[in-house]
């Protein structure tokens, strides 16, 4: 039986709440997240460290704590965990920010944290509020921003995921990186 359909077994055995589902998943979702966190980070620009393992750490203790998943496929497991990854992000962007106008320093130990340079960390707060805007005025092309930029999915697993035609989401996805450019840019 391939992989991927080990692993939607498993999320619909979590669905219906065996609690040893998570654990057995786990481990063959693994390397995908890693990979994703590694995507994540790659677009931080090279003026950063990040720990992968404790961004996937993260990841799983945030999946932990739900106690009722409604888990529709694998891509839709993916996409979850890589907008969980852009919120532990932004988080740790607007705490350097914070830090940077004189609030409190968090005491981390340095395995578990992004060091992000402060041009990227305002980047990323940018483009975190514009989404959020997008948002409001458009959820759909604000879900496949953060399903493809952020969540690292393809054309086709975003649709998937999105119930929605793979032309759809290329004429949105498009669209929305106009939109948000201009935004970010301040235009």
């Given at each position: 039986?391939?992989?991927?359909?080990?692993v939607?077994?498993l999320?619909?055995a979590?669905?219906?709440?065996?609690p040893s589902?998570?654990?057995?998943?786990?481990?063959?979702?693994e390397?995908?997240?890693?990979?994703l966190?590694?995507y994540?980070?790659?677009?931080?620009?090279?003026?950063?460290?990040?720990?992968?393992t404790?961004?996937?750490?993260?990841?799983?203790?945030k999946?932990?704590?739900q106690?009722?998943?409604?888990?529709?496929?694998?891509?839709?497991f993916?996409?979850?965990?890589?907008?969980?990854?852009?919120?532990?992000?932004?988080?740790?962007?607007?705490?350097q920010?914070?830090?940077?106008?004189g609030?409190?320093?968090?005491?981390?130990?340095?395995?578990?944290?992004?060091v992000?340079?402060?041009?990227?960390?305002e980047?990323?707060?940018?483009?975190?509020?514009a989404?959020?805007?997008l948002?409001?005025?458009?959820?759909?092309?604000?879900?496949?921003?953060?399903?493809r930029h952020?969540?690292?999915?393809?054309?086709?697993?975003?649709?998937t995921?999105?119930?929605i035609?793979?032309v759809?989401?290329?004429?949105?996805?498009?669209l929305?990186k106009?939109?948000?450019?201009?935004?970010?840019?301040?235009?």
């Amino acid at each position: 039986m391939p992989i991927q359909e080990d692993v939607t077994e498993l999320l619909f055995a979590w669905n219906d709440g065996d609690p040893s589902a998570l654990n057995r998943l786990m481990p063959l979702v693994e390397a995908e997240l890693r990979r994703l966190a590694k995507y994540q980070m790659r677009r931080e620009g090279v003026a950063h460290t990040l720990q992968t393992t404790a961004l996937v750490n993260e990841v799983y203790l945030k999946f932990i704590d739900q106690k009722k998943a409604n888990w529709q496929s694998r891509a839709h497991f993916f996409a979850i965990a890589a907008k969980i990854m852009r919120r532990i992000l932004v988080d740790y962007a607007r705490r350097q920010r914070r830090s940077k106008r004189g609030g409190g320093v968090d005491n981390l130990p340095i395995d578990s944290v992004a060091v992000l340079s402060r041009q990227k960390s305002e980047e990323l707060l940018a483009l975190d509020e514009a989404l959020d805007r997008l948002s409001e005025l458009d959820p759909l092309k604000s879900r496949i921003v953060e399903l493809r930029h952020f969540g690292g999915l393809s054309v086709e697993e975003t649709a998937t995921v999105l119930k929605i035609s793979q032309v759809t989401v290329i004429r949105h996805w498009g669209l929305a990186k106009s939109w948000l450019k201009r935004e970010v840019r301040g235009q």
